[in-house]
């Protein structure tokens, strides 16, 4: 049985994954907030206004992971409003597939930054609260990309697979704390962000997935969920796969 007065942030919350995330956390009975950027804060209130029709009561706020600073500002807004943050998702993410022959440092910069310099920045500032009241589930949002590498993101697949150390590193600092760190790495999930791709280069790699099609949103909000309960205690610094039979390690 879940303590439903826990506290879950996601960032990244109303994207595609992000969603799915966030509703299954709700489902479990959490107070759930979505973090978003300020730039987008109109779409973010329609979102909103839509997952309530649906049944979940999510709340909003704004950051910019990229800035540690509007992580700090963000993490104490959501202390005066709700309380610790006990439960924390790394989902915000982006993609700049170039060959490296034509990445430029913006693009570089911009993918390990909003990928990876975001998972310190975000749980910088929750991990001394959850270390304090004995209890934290931490999941990051990595990638079959980060596992097995991908053409055309040598930045992706860095900054994936760099949350992988981190997940690990500070699993072993939790262990004994009641906090948890665990890394779930998708496939290709049908969002924006595989959408984005070529139609062509899209139905290429379908075609190299065991189970023949796209993730669903909210495969990966279950998996999730799992991680995040308070019965899963036991399971930390793990890689979780969800990825069609994708890559298998
Ligand atoms: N393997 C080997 N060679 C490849 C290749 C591949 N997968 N794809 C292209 N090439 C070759 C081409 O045949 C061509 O060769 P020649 O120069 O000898 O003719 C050359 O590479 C083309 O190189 P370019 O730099 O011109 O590449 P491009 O501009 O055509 O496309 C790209 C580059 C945009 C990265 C494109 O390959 C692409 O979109 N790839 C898919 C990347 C991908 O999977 N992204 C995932 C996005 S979703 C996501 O990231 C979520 C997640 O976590 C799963
Ligand atoms: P998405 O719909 O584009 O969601 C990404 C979210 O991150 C968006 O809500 C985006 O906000 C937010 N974000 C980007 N930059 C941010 C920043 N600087 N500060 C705060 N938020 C920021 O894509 P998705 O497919 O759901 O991806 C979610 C996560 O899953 C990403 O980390 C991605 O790498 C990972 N993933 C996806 C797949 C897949 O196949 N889809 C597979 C493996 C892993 P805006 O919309 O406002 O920009």
């Not at 609260?129 to 990309?145: D, L």
């Not at 948890?180 to 790495?185: D, E, G």
Request: aromatic share 6%; net charge negative; hydrophobic share 40%.
């Amino acid at each position: 049985m879940n303590d439903t007065r826990k506290i879950a942030l996601v960032t990244g919350g109303t994207g595609g994954i992000g969603t799915e995330i966030c509703r299954h956390l709700a489902r479990q009975g959490r107070q759930v907030i979505a973090a978003h950027l300020a730039a987008e804060s109109e779409q973010a209130a329609a979102w909103q206004k839509k997952q309530c029709e649906a049944g979940f009561d999510i709340a909003l706020v704004v950051v910019d992971v990229t800035s540690f600073e509007s992580c700090e500002a963000m993490a104490k807004g959501v202390e005066e409003r709700f309380g610790g943050i006990d439960i924390l998702v790394n989902c915000a993410g982006i993609t700049r597939d170039v060959t490296l022959r034509k990445m430029d440092t913006e693009q570089w910069s911009a993918v390990l930054s909003t990928n990876l310099d975001s998972v310190f920045n975000v749980t910088r500032q929750v991990i001394e609260g959850m270390t304090e009241r004995g209890f934290g589930r931490i999941v990051n949002i990595s990638s079959v990309n980060g596992q097995k590498g991908q053409f055309g993101q040598t930045n992706y697949a860095a900054a994936k697979a760099g949350m992988h150390g981190f997940t690990k590193s500070l699993a072993l600092e939790g262990a004994r704390k009641g906090v948890t760190v665990n890394t779930v790495s998708p496939g290709y999930i049908a969002t924006e962000m595989v959408m984005a791709m070529s139609e062509e280069i899209r139905s290429q790699i379908i075609g190299t997935v065991p189970i023949g099609r796209l993730g669903k949103p909210e495969e990966i909000g279950r998996a999730v969920a799992f991680l995040c309960d308070d019965d899963s205690g036991y399971i930390t610094g793990a890689d979780f796969s969800v990825n069609g039979g994708l890559y298998m390690s």
